[in-house]
């Protein structure tokens, strides 16, 4: 974590800012190492340009942090401690700082308050961009757990397919898939596990329930899992025992798409080249009312993160990103595709860290 830390300090100064108090959960496990979810209880990782960092945690995760290899000072405070008095209680051991970054999209204004209230003269100001800049180019490491998150997201959805028959619900399905994955030691998954069936594939965000697979439908798959902290996210969709012509046009029209985003993937590209792509040839099959979302969005510890791979961000792509590639077709009365793929690049383009086959499979 050291180098992270090395690095951030670099950031401050680039940015002519004293120090930054990170609380997200993904950022402070960024820089500490110590992966938590404290809910309303605040974790903070405190990093200035003059002193040693600081772990705030609850008293009773001191020492986890230390297992998980923080080294450096902390401040462990019980539940019935005013936890801002006892970070102005270390900060007055030196100077006070005259700048302070938050995460402005994170950090909550009940929070906000408090702080201001210890600190009336310290300038607080917007960091989020220091971190998201840091984190949108992975190292070796991350590179590596994030093809594990994705080997277990292909395998979460071979389980999927291969647990569908005339009958079964979705809400059965997501079990099965879910308990398969615990019994390879996933702990969780990174988002709500979506297994949507039949007229319900068309709503991009819809909701799982105890529909029952019938023949002709679609079934769409979107799930990911949490491995060591880092996220991953894959997207298949089949057809149960058999296809209707529009249905296939429909499918054929997003995995060509799908495949041309990806095939653009070159370090330089500007990111909203990949979506502007997808959405041609979209539009060329006249389905471009029906694809209503970005192409992505990058992934690491968090599933959605920077950057949007929106048609307009001029973001160049560079070695090291990782994010998805997911166009849909969503057309009521006819059914949804999407078909999404975590993708890593490389000095050569792009490498897909999730491999489940994409070819249309009717499952008989
Ligand atoms: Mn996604
Ligand atoms: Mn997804």
Redesign the pocket.
């Known amino acids: 974590m050291t180098n992270r830390l090395d690095s951030l300090i670099h950031e401050l100064k680039r940015n002519d800012l004293d120090s930054i108090f990170v609380t997200s959960k993904a950022n402070v496990y960024y820089l500490s190492g110590y992966y938590t979810d404290p809910h309303e209880r605040v974790v903070a990782v405190y990093v200035s340009q003059s002193d040693d960092p600081v772990l705030i945690v609850p008293a009773m995760e001191v020492n986890d942090a230390k297992d998980a290899g923080w080294n450096y000072d902390m401040i462990g405070y019980h539940d019935h401690e005013n936890v801002w008095e006892l970070f102005l209680n270390h900060l007055n051991k030196s100077k006070l700082p005259e700048s302070m970054g938050l995460e402005h999209d994170h950090f909550t204004l009940e929070r906000y308050e408090s702080l201001k209230k210890i600190l009336s003269t310290t300038h607080l100001k917007n960091a989020t961009n220091i971190l998201s800049n840091m984190r949108v180019i992975k190292s070796k490491q991350e590179y590596t757990l994030l093809k594990q998150a994705a080997s277990l997201a292909d395998f979460g959805v071979e389980t999927g397919v291969n647990a569908i028959k005339e009958g079964i619900s979705e809400l059965d399905i997501i079990a099965t898939i879910e308990y398969e994955l615990k019994k390879q030691g996933v702990q969780e998954m990174s ?1 709500s596990t ?1 297994v949507l069936s039949g007229g319900k594939t068309a709503s991009p965000h819809g909701t799982p329930d105890q529909t029952k697979i019938q023949k002709g439908d679609m079934v769409l798959f ?3 899992v949490v491995f060591e902290g880092y996220c991953s ?3 298949r969709t089949v057809a149960y025992h058999s296809i209707s012509d529009e249905q296939q046009q429909v499918y054929e029209t997003v995995l060509k798409a799908e495949q041309k985003a990806i095939e653009a993937c070159k370090v330089g590209v500007p990111v909203g080249k990949l979506d502007q792509i997808a959405r041609d040839h979209i539009g060329e099959a006249s389905y471009g009312e029906y694809f209503t979302h970005r192409i992505g969005h990058g992934l690491g510890i968090d ?1 959605h993160e920077y950057p949007s791979m929106h048609g307009e961000n001029e973001l160049p792509l560079q070695e090291g990103m990782c994010f ?1 590639i ?1 166009p849909g077709i969503y057309v009521p009365n006819v059914g949804g595709v ?1 078909i ?1 793929d975590m993708i890593f690049m490389t000095d050569k383009g792009a490498e897909s860290l999730t491999t489940y086959p994409k070819e249309l499979q009717i499952i008989k």
């Open positions: 988002f979506m979107d799930l990911g996210d894959i997207t599933v998805t997911e999407r999404e």
